[in-house]
């Protein structure tokens, strides 16, 4: 069966980093793109950052309330995603999740077709 | 204020049917796919429809989805007390080199 799981959530003060992480299984982790989308509460889905499979260059894409401040990144050894949060804001706080992505190219460029799996969440709390 | 506009909420009687509009832009809709996802909050948001109108493995057929210029729709008919979640629509915006989610729809069934 195909599962996502993600850790490593909790309690961080603000400008401090902290590191999530998403562990899969049951499908061939290296052949798929992989996300992260969070939810702030009383908040709807924002994603957050992509990740292209190694066959695509493992090339990455950040939303814009993100980008400079977190990295995405893989180790298909360990069939990990994880998900780098530096300088962390109090607007940051959300569950963060991660998907399992399926992509489309066209034009020469690869994107996000849908997001096929996904997991539960993990949160974070960034509060002094 | 999300890229993708969605209602609030809608709401309907069990047995009926109920639509969820998604409205977007040539960046996003008007030129990639649509996909749409159910959230029970607490529980892993599930895939409904992808490429516009096709439904996973597992999908019953009483959701449909539509695609038409900048504008995407959920269809559920025979609406069911278990169909109570939030909806959201999803789709790739060129302009942004990021995916895009509309603010999620509450649906209700009275």
């Known amino acids: ?128 | 204020q999300s890229v993708l506009t969605q209602p609030p909420s809608v709401s309907a009687a069990p047995g009926q049917k109920v639509t969820i509009s998604c409205s977007g832009s040539s960046s996003n809709i008007g030129n990639n796919y649509v996909s749409w996802y159910q959230h029970l909050p607490g529980t892993a948001p599930k895939l409904l429809i992808y490429d516009n109108n096709q439904r996973p493995s597992g999908i019953p057929d009483r959701l449909s989805g539509s695609k038409s210029g900048t504008s995407a729709t959920l269809g559920i008919t025979g609406l069911q007390t278990g169909d109570e979640a939030d909806y959201y629509c999803g789709t790739w915006d060129s302009s942004l080199s990021g995916w895009v989610f509309g603010g999620g729809t509450k649906l209700t069934v009275l």
């Open chain 1, 1 to 128: 069966e195909v599962h996502l799981v993600e850790s490593g959530g909790g309690l961080v003060q603000p400008g401090r980093s902290l590191t999530v992480s998403c562990t899969a299984s049951g499908f061939s982790f290296g052949d798929y793109a992989m996300s992260w989308v969070r939810q702030a509460p009383g908040k709807g889905l924002e994603w957050v950052a992509f990740i292209r499979s190694k066959a695509y260059g493992g090339t990455t894409e950040y939303a814009a309330s993100v980008k400079g401040r977190f990295t995405i990144s893989r180790d298909d050894s360990k069939s990990i995603a994880y998900l780098q949060m530096n300088s962390l804001k109090t607007e940051d706080t959300a569950v963060y999740i991660c998907t399992r992505d399926r992509i489309h190219c066209s034009g020469g460029s690869c994107y996000i077709y849908y997001m096929d799996v996904w997991g539960k969440g993990t949160t974070v709390t960034v509060s002094s």
